[in-house]
C-alpha cells in the first residue's frame, strides 16, 4: 500500500485541555449565531464569545500547514483525497483486480455513523487546540428556521468582524474571510484512477477554493475548465449566488416548492425532513446505520413502506448543497433550477474539505443519538452477523488497511483514528469506544428538532392511514451499477395510470467521482431503490394495468451506453 505525496502520516494527537467535567454541551450553530447578534446588540461579549471561539478556532485549523496533523487539510483529506493507493492492485490485470476506495470514510456499511462520529469528534479536538474549550456545533437541518431558511448564514456569509474583546488577541476588532464558508486548497489534489481509466482527471489544483450549488468545481482538464468558467461567469453575484443555493436547499429539506408556504411539519414524504424523521423508527442498528443494509432489509420486509437509513437523508443534503437541483416531480414544473452546477459536497473525493461538512456530520451525529436514546441504546449496538452492509467490499468498496470481503462489526477498527488506551497504548479506536457520546467520549447535544418525537408503530399508522383498495406493495429497481456514472446521481421513479403520471419519489446516491475501477465487482456496485406503491390502486397494480418509467439525474453529458436496470414489483 502506498500513500500519495500529499497525504500527511502522522495521526491526530488526542487534545483533551478542557476545564469542565462531565460531557460538554455541542450547540445549535444557529443558537450561536442568534446570541452572537443579540450580544452584538447589547454589547454582552459572554453571548459574542462563543461563536468568535469558534471562527477564531476554525481560522487556526485552517492556516497550520497541510502536513500538520490538526490542520483543516489533513482532516478533511482523511474522508476522501487526497487518497491512499493500493499500487499492486492497480498493476493488476482488470479481471483480476478489485475496487477500494483510497479514502478513509465508510458508507454504504454499518460503520457509516461510528466513523463520521469520531471523525467529527477528531475535527473537535483540533478545534480545541486553537482555541481550548471550544465545541462542535451542528446545523439542526430540520427546525423551523431552517425550513423556512434553508442554511445559517454563518455558513454562508463572506465576512466576519470581530469584537474588540481581549479574548480575541490580534483579531480583536478585524474583518476576516469567514473560514466556514469554503477552503482554498495549499496543495494540489488528483484521482490517479481518472488516469488508469482514460477519464477525466478529478483534480484540484493549488489555489482551488471550494464551491457549493449554483458554482461547477470540475477544474480538472482544460474542458473542464473552459465549462466551468463559462457556467460560473452566470453568477458573478455572492449575494444571489447564497440565495439560489438557499432556495435549492429549502426545496429538499421541505419536498415543496419555493412558492409555497412553509409548515411546521412538512408532510411531503420526500422531503429531507420526512426522511430524518422516518429514520428515527428504522427497527435496529444495521438497517438504521446505512443504505446497503436497508436495501436488504426493504427487500425482504413484507411492509407496504420501506425503512429510511440515516444515511438516506445524509445523501440529500450532500447533493443539495453539493450542486443538485431539487427533484420535483411534477413534469409541468421544470426539474431543479440550474444544470451545470457540480459543487465540492456533491462528491465524496472532496466533500469533507468544504467547511459545512463538519456542520453537516454533527448533525448526522445528533440524529444517531436521538435513535439510540429513543431504542434504548446508549449503551450498546448490535450488528446482524453476515448481513449485507457488513463486509468491507460491500458498497464503496474496502478502505485503507482493510482486506477485501473482511467482515465489520463492532470491534472493526475506524482507521485512521487512534486514542490512548487504559494500558498508555495508542489503539485504533472502534465502534465500541464510541457507542455512549456522554459516557465515553464526554459530550452531548442541546435540546434541538425531533428531541420530543415519540417512536410510531409504523405498520399500524399505514393501516390506519392508507386508503381502501390501494396497494401494499412496492417497486423495486435493481441492477443499477453505480461504476457508469460520473460521481453522484439521482434516480426518479413515475408510474403511468389511466393517462395519469404518478411521482412514486427518488432515490439519492452520494458517491465517487470514478469508481469504475474492476468491471467484475458489479455486485457490490450495485443499486437497489424501492418505492412505495400506496398511491395506486390495488387491483391496477395486480393486473399490470400500471406503466413505470424511470429518469436519472447525473452528472454526466448522457447515460452511459452500458447502463441496464431492472425492476419488479414485489410484497
Given at each position: ?485 460520473q460521481g453522484s446521481f439521482v434516480l426518479q421513479a413515475y408510474a403511468n395510470f389511466e393517462g395519469k403520471k404518478y411521482y412514486l419519489g427518488h432515490y439519492s446516491v452520494f458517491s465517487r467521482r470514478n469508481v469504475v475501477k474492476c468491471a467484475n ?51
Amino acid at each position: 500500500m502506498t500513500y500519495n505525496s500529499t497525504y500527511c502520516f502522522k495521526e491526530i494527537k488526542e487534545a483533551n485541555m478542557s476545564t469542565f467535567t462531565g460531557p460538554r454541551v455541542r450547540y445549535s450553530v444557529r443558537q450561536l449565531q442568534a446570541e452572537y447578534d443579540e450580544g452584538k446588540s447589547s454589547k454582552d461579549l459572554d453571548k459574542m464569545k462563543p461563536l468568535e471561539d469558534l471562527i477564531r478556532a476554525w481560522k487556526g485549523i485552517k492556516e497550520l500547514p497541510p502536513e500538520d496533523p490538526n490542520s483543516f487539510f489533513c482532516l478533511g483529506g482523511y474522508h476522501g483525497e487526497p487518497f491512499v493507493y493500493r499500487d499492486d492492485v492497480d498493476n493488476l490485470k482488470r479481471i483480476d483486480s478489485y475496487v477500494y476506495w483510497g479514502g478513509y470514510c465508510n458508507h454504504g456499511n454499518v460503520l457509516f455513523p461510528t466513523w463520521h462520529r469520531v471523525y467529527v469528534l477528531k475535527l473537535e479536538k483540533a478545534l480545541q487546540t486553537i482555541v481550548p474549550d471550544v465545541m462542535m456545533p451542528y446545523w439542526d437541518q430540520t427546525t423551523l428556521e431552517s425550513l423556512k431558511k434553508g442554511i445559517p448564514d454563518i455558513l454562508t456569509q463572506e465576512k466576519f468582524t470581530f469584537s474588540d474583546a481581549q479574548y480575541n488577541g490580534e483579531l480583536a476588532g478585524k474583518t476576516i474571510d469567514n473560514p466556514l464558508r469554503s477552503f482554498v486548497l495549499p496543495k494540489r489534489l488528483s484521482d490517479k484512477d481518472y488516469e488508469f481509466d482514460g477519464n477525466p482527471n478529478y483534480s484540484k489544483p493549488k489555489g482551488y477554493e471550494t464551491v457549493r450549488y449554483p458554482l461547477s468545481g470540475l477544474v480538472g482538464t482544460p474542458k473542464d475548465r473552459e465549462a466551468t468558467k463559462k457556467h460560473n461567469d452566470q453568477y458573478p453575484d455572492p449575494i444571489m449566488n447564497i440565495k439560489l443555493l438557499n432556495t435549492n436547499v429549502k426545496q429538499w429539506l421541505n419536498g415543496i416548492p419555493p412558492e409555497k408556504p412553509v409548515p411546521e411539519t412538512p408532510e411531503a414524504k420526500f422531503s429531507i425532513y420526512k426522511r430524518y424523521e422516518k429514520c428515527l423508527n428504522a427497527p435496529n442498528y444495521t438497517v438504521f446505520s446505512n443504505t446497503t443494509s436497508a436495501m436488504a432489509w426493504n427487500r425482504g420486509s413484507h411492509q407496504a413502506d420501506v425503512v429510511i437509513p440515516l444515511e438516506n437523508p445524509h445523501n440529500d443534503i450532500h447533493l443539495s448543497v453539493g450542486g443538485f437541483d431539487y427533484i420535483e416531480g411534477s413534469e409541468e414544473i421544470q426539474i431543479g433550477i440550474i444544470a451545470g452546477a457540480n459543487g465540492d459536497m456533491g462528491e465524496n473525493n472532496t466533500a469533507a474539505l468544504d467547511p459545512i461538512f463538519f456542520f453537516h456530520h454533527c448533525n448526522v451525529d445528533r440524529m444517531f443519538w436521538l435513535w439510540q436514546k429513543k431504542h434504548n441504546y446508549t449503551d450498546k449496538l448490535t450488528i446482524i452477523p453476515g448481513y449485507p452492509g457488513t463486509s468491507s467490499t460491500d458498497s464503496q468498496g474496502p478502505t485503507p488497511d482493510f482486506p477485501p470481503n473482511a467482515s465489520l462489526n463492532l470491534d472493526s477498527p475506524l482507521y485512521p483514528f487512534r486514542k490512548i488506551d487504559d494500558k498508555n497504548m495508542e489503539v485504533p479506536y472502534t465502534s465500541k469506544d464510541c457507542i455512549n457520546i456522554e459516557k465515553q467520549l464526554n459530550y452531548t447535544y442541546s435540546s434541538g428538532s425531533f428531541d420530543h418525537y415519540h417512536l410510531l408503530d409504523e405498520q399500524k399508522v399505514q393501516e390506519e392511514t392508507r386508503d381502501e383498495g390501494f396497494s401494499k406493495k412496492k417497486l423495486v429497481v435493481t441492477g443499477i451499477d453505480r461504476a457508469l456514472f460520473q460521481g453522484s446521481f439521482v434516480l426518479q421513479a413515475y408510474a403511468n395510470f389511466e393517462g395519469k403520471k404518478y411521482y412514486l419519489g427518488h432515490y439519492s446516491v452520494f458517491s465517487r467521482r470514478n469508481v469504475v475501477k474492476c468491471a467484475n465487482c458489479l455486485t457490490h456496485l450495485e443499486v437497489q431503490a424501492f418505492f412505495p406503491l400506496d398511491k395506486l390502486p390495488a387491483s391496477a397494480v395486480d393486473n399490470n394495468e400500471v406503466e413505470y418509467s424511470f429518469t436519472f439525474r447525473h452528472r454526466g453529458p448522457q447515460l452511459h451506453q452500458d447502463l441496464k436496470y431492472d425492476w419488479e414489483i414485489i410484497d
